[in-house]
């Protein structure tokens, strides 16, 4: 048993009576403006540009980056808590807020330069400009060592032009800014990947068709292909080669969010249901009276309440790892394939617990379980998640 | 030049109020939000402080638990705030509010403004604004929708005010006090630095003493609260084809005198 982790003396993070302000704030404003338009940006795939200008303002698009930097100078516990409020309300709308916060100005955070930090992170932070992160290729994922788009350093040595097709970029259709991990080095797999800042004004670079999706269909996903695309060296995020380690590093903080995002959803149709179940009489009595209601009452509240401390113990770690420089990718890897496949759970059985009410289009429960299934897949699937976490505590590759 | 206005904690509007057993009221665990028709005075208060090159101070009477809608009024953006609690002041009356709110705002300077929202949602009540302009000699513009202009050389405001059968424009001599109402505005959130600037912000508190003010004789007290009592409900099954459902649905309603 030498690989649980004893060493946390305090069992979830402290809460302050700013993080109490701060969840109070984004739950209401979840539910006063995001909540009415989930249904209609579900319906239309438009992205939601108005809500997430007024997240920006408020401080929702930078929660970690320090004041100077444009941010909200908060810590993870505070990003964690408004992920869950934002996903309750929509998760498209939690998807968009991922990206930015903990892909994104995350990565710029902790491998930016002064000078990319000014010119890149800050306007993210503050909200004016919206960032993407772009790893996926159409047939690469997290074996990365296989994607084919490439960066070719110029002949005089001042920039570099990018070729590929990128797939499956949030934000794509509208970001201004993006994180891109492309080959400079084939030959050297993994270690031959390196991480670029793209202007998406520049151009070379097109924004590709808008992906049909099942679920989160608000957060606007697209193609971006490069052609012949130059980027001055300056714009390399950390080293040439050190991709790959930054991609991975970045998906850390990443999961932390989908789990809060898993999370919140699972918590929206849970609290649908039990509402329902109290309500919809059946045989002469509420529903929530059978004993099979209460079985699945039961084991929806205790697995989302797993899901929560898991979610906690990973910002724990996240916050140790900070003081140590070590990683957290287990902690995040068990939160992350917890609370996703306990949102596949609760969404499933919730839609249940209404019967034909939950499968129509009238109520939101549909949505939820449609939303839900992408937690499962993307930031490394519930596949990746076991693989990591079972080559940490093995110690074999 | 300085714009002043008054806020309140109520309980949550979704909570539920009742009287417990020791006769006071609660509202069980439920959190206190900022008095909902208060948020458009707030807002008023930013946005015309910052036309008028002023500072916006917000003030709360009552205990502690009336920090929290001072900490929400900072972290919207007003400038100042100021709680004033006082062993006399509790329970308050309306007049005795009015007394405490006056001195309050005459211990400031320079006040153009004083605002309010158009009334308290937990005791319902907006006798208290008429009070204070009395009490301080002000003109009061109640139902006010719109701030048109503002002319602090002359000394002048002009407001447009909703009464029921339409829309008044008024003009008035500064200091002024007005309630507004919730077409005037549409209240920001606070942002995520507002919160954290606000949660680090010591709120002075004013004693009676250190406004220079004793409070009216009390002419009513308040004796006892009371829920009301449970209402009775009963549920009637008209069975049979729809027609005759109809029509023993309309004898029983015409019985009733419903109809």
């Given amino acids: 048993m030498g690989a649980v982790d004893q060493r946390d003396s305090a069992l979830t993070p402290s809460f302050t009576p700013e993080h109490e302000a701060l969840q109070s704030l984004v739950r209401r404003f979840a539910q006063e403006k995001i909540k009415p338009i989930a249904e209609q940006f579900d319906e239309s795939g438009e992205f939601p540009l108005e809500t997430i200008r007024e997240m920006g303002r408020l401080g929702l698009m930078g929660i970690e980056v320090p004041e100077e930097y444009g941010g909200a100078g908060m810590d993870t516990l505070a990003y964690v808590l408004t992920m869950i409020e934002v ?43 919206i960032g993407a992160y772009s790893l996926t290729e159409p047939m690469s994922g997290s ?107 970045v998906l850390d903080a990443g999961r932390i969010g989908i789990a809060s995002q898993a999370l919140g959803i699972a918590e929206a149709a849970y609290e649908a249901a ?88 009238e109520l939101p429960l549909e949505r939820y379980y449609r939303d839900a299934r992408i937690t499962r897949i993307y930031e490394g699937t519930s596949e990746i998640q076991r693989m990591v976490i079972a080559r940490s505590e093995l110690g074999l590759r | 030049m300085q714009i002043v206005t008054f806020t309140r904690s109520t309980p949550d509007t979704a909570a539920r109020v009742e009287v417990g057993s020791d006769g006071k009221i609660t509202w ?48 919207m953006g007003l400038d100042e705030a100021v ?12 007049l005795s509010y009015a007394a405490a709110a006056a001195a309050a705002v005459n211990k400031l300077e320079d006040v153009k403004l004083v605002l309010f929202g158009k009334e308290a949602v937990d005791v319902g009540t907006d006798q208290h604004t008429v009070m204070i302009a009395r009490k301080l000699g002000f003109p009061l513009l109640t139902s006010v929708s719109k701030i048109l202009a503002i002319d602090t050389a002359a000394g002048t405001i002009q407001v447009e005010r909703t009464l029921e059968g339409g829309k008044q424009v008024v003009t008035s001599s500064l200091p002024v006090v007005i309630s507004v109402t919730k077409e005037i505005n549409e209240p920001r959130y606070p942002s995520f630095i507002g919160i954290r600037k606000a949660s680090k912000a010591t709120i002075p508190v004013w004693s009676l003493a250190d406004l220079g003010v004793s409070l009216p004789v009390r002419r009513t007290v308040v004796n006892a609260y009371s829920n009301l009592p449970p209402r009775s409900v009963e549920v009637e099954m008209i069975d049979g084809e729809p027609a005759v459902q109809a029509k023993l649905l309309v004898d029983r309603l015409l019985e009733e005198k419903v109809l």
């Fill in chain 1, 143 to 249: 074996d990365a060592a296989t994607m084919s788009s490439r960066a070719v350093l110029s002949d005089d040595g001042t920039h570099y032009v990018i070729n590929g097709r990128k797939s499956w970029v949030t934000s794509g259709p509208v970001a201004d800014v993006m994180i891109l991990f492309t080959m400079t080095e084939p030959e050297r797999g993994n270690k031959g990947i390196t991480a670029f800042l793209i202007d998406a004004s520049q151009p070379g670079l097109k924004r590709g068709k808008k992906e049909p999706k099942l679920g989160i269909r608000a957060s606007a996903t697209s193609e971006i292909l490069y052609e012949d695309y130059r980027v001055p060296v300056a714009n390399v995020l950390g080293k040439v080669g050190e991709g790959f380690r930054i991609a991975m590093q």
């Fill in chain 2, 28 to 75: 069980g665990g439920a959190s206190t939000v900022v008095n909902p028709w208060d948020e458009y005075a707030l807002e008023e208060a930013i946005v015309q402080a910052k036309n008028i090159g002023g500072k916006a101070t917000v003030i709360a009477i009552g205990p502690e638990m009336h920090s929290e809608a001072l900490k929400h009024s900072l972290a």
């Fill in chain 1, 87 to 129: 996903a309750k309300a929509d998760a498209s709308h939690s998807t968009i807020l991922s990206v930015n916060n903990s892909l994104y100005c995350h990565a710029l955070m902790a491998f930016g330069t002064e000078e990319q930090k000014q010119q890149f992170l800050v306007p993210v932070a503050s909200g004016e400009k």
């Fill in chain 1, 274 to 361: 039990l509402e329902y179940a109290r309500i919809r009489r059946a045989f002469g009595s509420p529903i929530g009276q059978f004993q099979m209601i209460q079985q699945k009452i039961a084991d929806m509240r205790t697995r989302i309440e797993a899901s929560r401390q898991l979610i906690y113990h990973a910002v724990l770690a996240k916050a140790r790892a900070k003081q140590t420089g070590g990683r957290y990718t287990t902690e995040a890897s068990m939160a992350k394939l917890f609370a996703s496949e306990t949102a596949a759970f609760v969404t499933d059985e919730a839609l249940q617990i209404h019967g034909g009410m939950g499968y129509s289009k």
């Fill in chain 2, 83 to 94: 709680r004033i609690e006082d062993p006399a002041l509790d329970p308050v009356d309306g």
